[in-house]
């Protein structure tokens, strides 16, 4: 039985460096929390959480909402790509908490330049007041 080496590990094995912006290296987290003030949060607007550095390197994120009522919708994600990490968090009802998944856009892009992070409403809450939305992205440089 062979055992191969993942590219990485054989530039390591050859006393070299592990490739730059792979996605080894310290992970860290950008994250907000925002406390919605009225009842009704749009479906036009979004809570920026803050801006990932150029060379990041998306690892994961999530987003955990409070119960917002009968109705409420989130998702996480860039300007550009709203949905790209988190493409449906739902809140109605109970407290929402979604993390990413495989099959999101966004699992492993490195930025190019500073990123802005966004959670977007999809769908209007209508008991929001004190409701409170956290929101994080894991990354590497």
């Known amino acids: 039985m062979a055992t191969a080496e ?13 490739a730059p912006g792979s996605f080894d290296g310290k992970k860290r987290v950008l994250s907000d929390k925002y406390v ?13 959480i803050g801006s990932l550095p150029a060379g990041a390197r998306i690892l994961g994120g999530g987003i955990n909402v409070g119960d ?12 550009a790509d709203p949905d790209g990490i988190i493409a449906a968090g739902d809140s109605k009802g109970s407290t929402g908490l979604v993390k990413m998944s ?18 977007d409403c999809t ?14 992205v894991e990354y590497v440089m």
């Open 102 to 119: 495989a099959a999101e856009a966004l699992l492993g892009v490195q930025c190019a330049v500073e990123t802005d992070i966004i959670v």
């Open 68 to 79: 917002t009522g009968t109705t409420g919708a989130w998702s996480l994600g860039t300007v």
């Open 123 to 136: 769908e209007a809450t209508d008991v929001g007041t004190g409701v409170i939305v956290y929101a994080w």
């Open 6 to 18: 993942g590219i990485n590990t054989a530039r390591v094995s050859a006393r070299s460096n592990r």
């Open 36 to 48: 919605i003030t009225g009842a009704v949060f749009s479906a036009s607007d979004f809570i920026k």
